[in-house]
């Protein structure tokens, strides 16, 4: 079994910057793809990027590319989330996600493990 735990949100203004972290115990996920995911208020999960086992093949989604960057950790089992120039409308709860398997993923339905959320919060 995989545990993953989200870290790093906050009450953040307009043009702020926030970096989340995801840590991953119990099996060991270094061979795994990552992804972080957000879901506002009344809305549905939303992908935002992912990263494929080795930490070389990312995605985004265009309402964050340029302004996120994710990474994995040298150990494979921890993720990063660096969030540049938030806006109101990044205002969620962020998770991080793994699945079983080694390249990239980005559809939700594929990813096995997720966390708890942490909560990013963008005054204007």
């Known amino acids: 079994q995989v545990h993953l735990v989200e870290s790093g949100g906050g009450v953040v203004q307009a043009g702020d910057s926030l970096r989340l972290s995801c840590e991953a115990s119990?099996?060991?996920?270094?061979?795994?793809?990552m992804g972080w995911f957000r879901q506002a208020q009344g809305e549905e999960r939303e992908f935002i990027a992912a990263v494929d086992w080795s930490g070389s093949a990312i995605y985004y989604a265009d309402s964050v590319e340029g302004r996120f960057t994710i990474s994995r950790g040298n150990s494979g089992a921890t993720m990063y989330l660096q969030m540049n120039g938030l806006r109101p409308e990044d205002s969620a709860i962020y998770y991080c996600?793994?699945?079983?398997?080694?390249?990239?993923?980005?559809?939700?339905?594929?990813?096995?493990?997720w966390g708890q959320g942490t909560q990013v919060t963008v005054s204007s």
């Open positions: 996600a793994a699945a079983d398997r080694a390249g990239i993923v980005v559809r939700t339905s594929l990813y096995t493990y």
């Open positions: 119990g099996r060991a996920i270094s061979g795994n793809s």
